[in-house]
């Protein structure tokens, strides 16, 4: 199993981007899927979080100006990040709890990260 993220990049603070995450290899299922953050310095933080039934939980820091969303059907999970700010810099690492037959466990799945910096 393999999580592709992208999106990432250089944007100005007040400007918008969209991080997508695609699972793939052999996938029975998928429960939660995530999104988190380590900046310079600190410690991997959780931004976003999004349950097979689009139940949906956000860090304080980041309610009102990030969404999360996933297509089941792609096995993909997006997050649509707006009205940035420097403090969201940081390498946005995406996050699944797979299984991968029927008789297996759940097991936590890494993207590789991507690079998010936001100008002031």
């Known amino acids: 199993v393999q999580l592709q993220a992208s999106g990432g990049g250089l944007v100005q603070a007040g400007g918008s981007l969209r991080l997508s995450c695609a699972a793939s290899?052999?996938?029975?299922?998928?429960?939660?899927m995530g999104w988190y953050r380590q900046a310079p310095g600190k410690q991997r933080e959780l931004v976003a979080t999004i349950v097979t039934g689009s139940s949906t939980n956000y860090a304080d820091s980041v309610k009102g100006r990030f969404s999360i969303s996933r297509d089941n059907a792609a096995n993909t999970v997006y997050l649509q990040m707006n009205s940035l700010k420097p403090e969201d810099t940081a390498v946005y690492y995406c996050?699944?709890?797979?299984?991968?037959?029927?008789?297996?466990?759940?097991?936590?799945?890494w993207g590789q990260g991507t690079l998010v910096t936001v100008s002031s």
């Open positions: 996050n699944a709890a797979i299984r991968t037959t029927t008789y297996s466990y759940t097991r936590n799945y």
């Open positions: 290899g052999t996938i029975f299922s998928i429960n939660d």
